[in-house]
């Protein structure tokens, strides 16, 4: 028996179960919270990280026995009030050397469903700093994790497993690269004020966006994004009057019909000459007529135009991912040599170990 | 003439060795997919203008005044004036793949003047009689040729970036083309920069023509005139909005041919100077003495 203790990891995502299958299992915020204050209840945890994204709930834990990961099994049924015959198919339970590895994988997204993505690092890094928040971390959990950064950090710059763009809203990002060089000048309409458009806005605003609005006809929302972001509201009933000043637009309204015509934009072009026009069509259905793409100097995208080039460079990424996979693997084998070999185990833990009898803050 | 015991020919063609030089660099790295090296390339390049120009200068001092005198010597002008071009406009604007296409073309032309020796024909004192204004003219006028060159080149990278934007296809080495609307603002301002060059180049062309010591064939005037009518067409046709981006791009790729197949009439000789006419006879003067 390992005399420190064990590594055990719990949990669903998109590799074995579908999104019908996920959405059933999604932890709320609070369902978040009371599975943190089931951990700290027992006694064998010595720490404890939940990763809950869209495409995986996992839960990581440094326990003294296995046991606590049948307690937190039962807790996870409970509060998303499901039974554990829909689970077990699914889920996935391992234990020592494998749980790092995966973890690792899935810091440098290559078990990520766009396998290369970055953004779930960044849910990693979260995850792993909700846990120190709440001091329910644990050294050993700690070292682990830091352990995963570096290995993501590794398969980053060492490979090309991120390279080529292959997220939707990174691909258009890329390709308004593509068309405007710098995106310092560029302008940016919003149209709507759904998750998807606010996170391409966001992409863009990263790359260097500096002028947007945000159209909606919910008004307040609309006022939302623009004030997260740092823009203007445009009435939605003015859009056709003022479609002109903008180099990007970004629609994804719940419209049955296209919002942006053909005729629309055949007359906004006339008043922008030699000034080429993005339009990124997120929405479904369409919100701009795809006629609209025969114009000169209009480049139209939508959905599956980006997820196609976002495929294309993932193909490219793909034949990076078993060689950094198999270096994961041997990094995850040194590192838990590593930490078995080291005593005391390795401590600069941001947090005390987990012994508290409720959450952070209860 | 020689100079370090190479001729003026050997120059040159060293000068285009490094365009090509400079060309498979830049292609090699396209076809891996990797971004080639600017100081690399550069080096190449600005070696093989500076080879390329003493073989020019060679030639210029053979000839006694600029090389303009056979289709030779035009292509290897239309070349140099592609790469001083593409140094400037490259280093301004950090165009990348700039290189690589004109490089390219620039091998090409150099390297096809060099292959056929009836391009090179017997050279000659001066082709352009006494007036130094007609030397400004052809120089001028065939700098602005090679300023469309570049423009050829620039087009063809606006039509390749709009393909592939228009077919939402970026596979291949081609990702790396700059983006669109910095092409067109290329474009557009090495339209105008050519256009005033053959302005100027045309004005000096029609005072050298109308003067009365100095005579121009009229095909090689009629020639310039169409080509710099057809830049401004084009110019006019865009700031009217009539003619899109694409199309201007089309229009100045498929005008570049014609530009090189005008300069066969620019190799024509001038026309000697007329003799100055016979003095009046005086009837005093006695009569020449059989």
């Given at each position: 028996?390992?005399?420190?203790?064990h590594?055990?990891?719990?949990?669903?995502?998109?590799?074995?179960?579908?999104?019908?299958?996920?959405?059933?299992?999604?932890l709320?915020?609070?369902?978040?919270?009371?599975?943190?204050?089931?951990?700290?209840?027992?006694?064998?945890?010595?720490?404890?990280?939940?990763?809950?994204?869209?495409?995986?709930?996992?839960?990581?834990?440094?326990?003294?026995?296995?046991k606590?990961i049948d307690?937190?099994?039962?807790?996870?049924?409970?509060?998303?009030?499901?039974?554990?015959?829909?689970?077990?198919?699914?889920?996935?339970?391992?234990?020592?050397?494998?749980?790092?590895?995966?973890?690792?994988?899935?810091?440098?997204?290559l078990?990520?469903?766009?396998?290369?993505?970055?953004?779930?690092?960044?849910?990693?890094?979260?995850?792993?700093?909700?846990?120190?928040?709440?001091?329910?971390c644990?050294?050993?959990?700690?070292?682990?994790?830091?352990?995963?950064?570096?290995?993501?950090?590794?398969?980053?710059t060492?490979?090309?497993?991120?390279?080529?763009?292959?997220?939707?809203?990174?691909?258009?990002?890329?390709?308004?690269?593509?068309?405007?060089?710098?995106?310092?000048?560029a302008?940016?309409?919003?149209?709507?004020?759904?998750?998807?458009?606010?996170?391409?806005?966001?992409?863009?605003?990263?790359?260097?966006?500096?002028?947007?609005?945000?159209?909606?006809?919910?008004?307040?929302?609309?006022?939302?994004?623009?004030?997260?972001?740092?823009?203007?509201?445009?009435?939605?009933?003015?859009?056709?009057?003022?479609?002109?000043?903008?180099?990007?637009?970004?629609?994804?309204?719940?419209a049955?019909?296209?919002?942006?015509?053909?005729?629309?934009?055949?007359r906004?072009?006339?008043?922008?000459?030699?000034?080429p026009?993005?339009?990124?069509?997120?929405g479904?259905?369409?919100?701009?007529?795809?006629a609209?793409?025969?114009?000169?100097?209009?480049y139209?995208?939508?959905?599956?135009?980006?997820?196609?080039?976002?495929?294309?460079?993932?193909?490219?990424?793909?034949?990076?991912?078993?060689?950094?996979?198999?270096?994961?693997?041997?990094?995850?084998?040194?590192?838990?040599?590593?930490?078995?070999?080291?005593?005391?185990?390795?401590?600069?833990?941001?947090?005390?170990?987990l012994?508290?009898?409720?959450?952070?803050?209860? | 003439?020689?100079?370090?015991?190479?001729?003026?020919?050997?120059?040159?063609l060293?000068?285009?060795?490094?365009?090509?030089a400079?060309?498979?660099?830049a292609t090699?790295?396209?076809?891996?997919s990797?971004?080639?090296?600017?100081?690399?390339?550069?080096?190449?390049?600005?070696?093989?203008l500076g080879?390329?120009?003493?073989?020019?200068?060679?030639?210029?001092?053979?000839?006694?005044?600029?090389p303009?005198?056979?289709t030779?010597?035009?292509?290897?002008?239309?070349?140099?004036?592609?790469?001083?071009?593409?140094?400037?406009?490259?280093?301004?604007?950090?165009?990348?793949?700039?290189?690589?296409?004109?490089t390219?073309?620039?091998?090409?032309?150099?390297l096809?003047?060099?292959?056929?020796?009836?391009?090179?024909?017997a050279?000659?004192?001066?082709?352009?009689?006494?007036?130094?204004?007609?030397?400004?003219?052809?120089?001028?006028?065939?700098?602005?040729?090679?300023?469309?060159?570049?423009?050829?080149?620039?087009?063809?990278?606006?039509?390749?970036?709009?393909?592939?934007?228009?077919?939402?296809?970026?596979?291949?080495?081609?990702?790396?083309?700059?983006?669109?609307?910095?092409?067109?603002?290329?474009?557009?301002?090495?339209?105008?920069?050519?256009?005033?060059?053959?302005?100027?180049?045309?004005?000096?062309?029609?005072?050298?023509?109308?003067?009365?010591?100095?005579?121009?064939?009229a095909?090689?005037?009629?020639?310039?005139?169409?080509?710099?009518?057809?830049?401004?067409?084009?110019?006019?046709?865009?700031?009217?909005?009539?003619?899109?981006?694409?199309?201007?791009?089309?229009?100045?790729?498929?005008?570049?041919?014609?530009?090189?197949?005008?300069?066969?009439?620019?190799?024509?000789?001038?026309?000697?100077?007329?003799?100055?006419?016979?003095?009046?006879?005086?009837?005093?003067?006695?009569?020449?003495?059989?």
């Amino acid at each position: 028996m390992n005399p420190r203790g064990h590594l055990l990891l719990l949990g669903l995502n998109h590799e074995q179960a579908p999104l019908e299958v996920r959405e059933r299992f999604a932890l709320s915020p609070d369902a978040v919270e009371s599975l943190y204050a089931a951990a700290g209840r027992d006694p064998d945890v010595l720490g404890c990280i939940i990763l809950n994204t869209c495409n995986r709930v996992e839960i990581y834990l440094y326990a003294h026995s296995s046991k606590p990961i049948d307690s937190l099994r039962r807790e996870w049924l409970r509060q998303t009030a499901t039974d554990a015959e829909l689970l077990a198919p699914h889920e996935i339970r391992k234990e020592g050397e494998t749980v790092l590895a995966h973890l690792m994988e899935v810091a440098g997204g290559l078990r990520s469903q766009v396998v290369g993505e970055t953004e779930i690092l960044g849910q990693v890094k979260q995850a792993y700093a909700a846990a120190v928040a709440r001091e329910s971390c644990g050294s050993e959990l700690n070292f682990f994790f830091q352990k995963a950064f570096q290995a993501a950090k590794w398969v980053r710059t060492h490979t090309a497993v991120g390279e080529g763009q292959v997220s939707v809203a990174t691909v258009a990002v890329d390709l308004a690269g593509k068309i405007f060089g710098r995106l310092n000048s560029a302008s940016v309409l919003v149209l709507g004020a759904g998750e998807i458009g606010a996170r391409t806005l966001k992409a863009l605003k990263s790359r260097g966006v500096e002028t947007f609005s945000v159209a909606s006809r919910t008004l307040e929302r609309a006022a939302g994004i623009a004030r997260n972001y740092g823009g203007t509201v445009l009435p939605f009933e003015n859009l056709a009057t003022n479609l002109h000043f903008y180099d990007i637009v970004i629609a994804s309204t719940a419209a049955a019909e296209p919002v942006i015509s053909r005729d629309l934009l055949a007359r906004t072009r006339r008043l922008r000459p030699h000034r080429p026009l993005f339009l990124i069509d997120l929405g479904i259905p369409r919100d701009i007529e795809p006629a609209a793409s025969d114009l000169d100097e209009v480049y139209l995208y939508n959905l599956d135009d980006l997820a196609a080039i976002a495929r294309e460079n993932l193909t490219t990424r793909e034949e990076e991912v078993s060689r950094s996979t198999k270096w994961v693997g041997n990094r995850a084998r040194e590192v838990w040599e590593r930490f078995h070999a080291v005593s005391p185990p390795p401590t600069h833990s941001p947090s005390l170990p987990l012994r508290r009898e409720g959450p952070a803050g209860a | 003439m020689t100079l370090f015991g190479l001729t003026d020919r050997s120059w040159i063609l060293i000068g285009v060795v490094l365009y090509w030089a400079a060309f498979f660099y830049a292609t090699a790295a396209t076809l891996r997919s990797r971004r080639h090296s600017h100081l690399l390339m550069l080096a190449l390049v600005a070696t093989g203008l500076g080879l390329h120009t003493a073989g020019l200068y060679l030639r210029g001092l053979q000839v006694g005044g600029c090389p303009l005198g056979n289709t030779f010597e035009i292509l290897q002008f239309i070349t140099w004036s592609c790469i001083v071009l593409y140094l400037v406009v490259g280093s301004a604007f950090r165009v990348s793949l700039l290189g690589f296409f004109t490089t390219g073309l620039a091998a090409l032309l150099g390297l096809g003047s060099l292959l056929v020796p009836a391009l090179d024909a017997a050279t000659r004192r001066s082709v352009f009689g006494p007036h130094p204004l007609v030397e400004f003219h052809a120089a001028l006028g065939l700098f602005s040729y090679g300023v469309f060159g570049l423009l050829a080149v620039t087009s063809l990278m606006y039509l390749l970036q709009n393909y592939s934007l228009k077919r939402k296809d970026f596979r291949g080495p081609l990702s790396f083309l700059p983006s669109i609307l910095q092409l067109d603002q290329i474009n557009h301002r090495l339209l105008l920069t050519g256009l005033v060059l053959l302005s100027i180049a045309l004005a000096t062309g029609v005072y050298t023509f109308l003067s009365e010591t100095v005579s121009l064939p009229a095909i090689k005037l009629f020639v310039i005139v169409l080509v710099w009518i057809a830049y401004l067409g084009v110019m006019l046709l865009r700031w009217s909005r009539l003619l899109h981006t694409s199309s201007t791009a089309w229009v100045c790729l498929l005008l570049f041919p014609l530009v090189l197949v005008s300069v066969w009439p620019l190799t024509l000789k001038s026309p000697p100077p007329e003799p100055p006419p016979p003095p009046a006879l005086n009837p005093a003067a006695p009569l020449p003495e059989r």
